[in-house]
């Protein structure tokens, strides 16, 4: 009887777990947070290891939580293995499902770039971030795909970001995004 209640709070706890993670979607190439629903999509083309994404992440994150966290937003973060950039595909490589689910790690990676480009190592980067030792083969897959579309789409540079498919400046303000996004909700 008592194995059975700890089987059944240990399956609670597990189901709770996912459930706060919700805002995780795993359906489609890249980071994706938000409900599949969710009358807004933005996507973000971008690179870790790009100095003008972390500036566009550390302005816009707030407000792109906020919606998130609302079910107004899916957002879906395409990382792009940018060849110059010795450490681009290793961190999205090596992100952990945990990592993943967590919309707040993201800010880690850009937070603390300035730190690890200049490493000389992949372990060094592996260690600082706390990503796994081992290649996630469901991001291997996807730099595949997201590769593919950004040759399809002709992106050449980045951050590229679309919300509902139209690619917005990446000089836009805060107070322009969020009227961009009101102005869609309110449609």
């Not at 100095?51 to 302005?59: A, G, I, R």
């Not at 707030?62 to 595909?89: A, C, H, M, Q, T």
Request: charge should be negative; proline fraction near 2%.
């Amino acid at each position: 009887m008592r194995r059975n209640i700890i089987s059944i709070i240990l399956i609670v706890c597990i189901a709770l777990i996912f459930s706060a993670c919700s805002n995780y979607n795993k359906e489609e190439s890249g980071l994706v947070y938000g409900q599949e629903d969710a009358p807004i999509e933005i996507v973000n083309y971008t690179s870790f290891q790009c100095p003008d994404c972390v500036t566009l992440h550390e302005k816009l994150h707030d407000s792109l939580k906020k919606y998130i966290d609302n079910g107004d937003v899916k957002f879906i973060e395409k990382p792009i293995d940018i060849k110059r950039f010795e450490f681009d595909d290793v961190i999205y490589k090596h992100m952990t499902e945990e990592q993943a689910y967590d919309f707040e790690y993201l800010s880690k990676i850009y937070e603390t770039q300035v730190q690890w480009r200049e490493f000389k190592s992949e372990s060094e980067v592996l260690e600082l971030l706390e990503l796994g030792a081992d290649e996630n083969s469901d991001n291997v897959k996807d730099l595949k795909e997201i590769t593919k579309e950004k040759d399809n789409l002709e992106i050449k540079e980045v951050p590229t970001m679309l919300i509902n498919g139209e690619i917005i400046s990446n000089s836009i303000s805060v107070d322009e995004f969020e009227n961009k996004i009101n102005l869609l909700l309110n449609k």
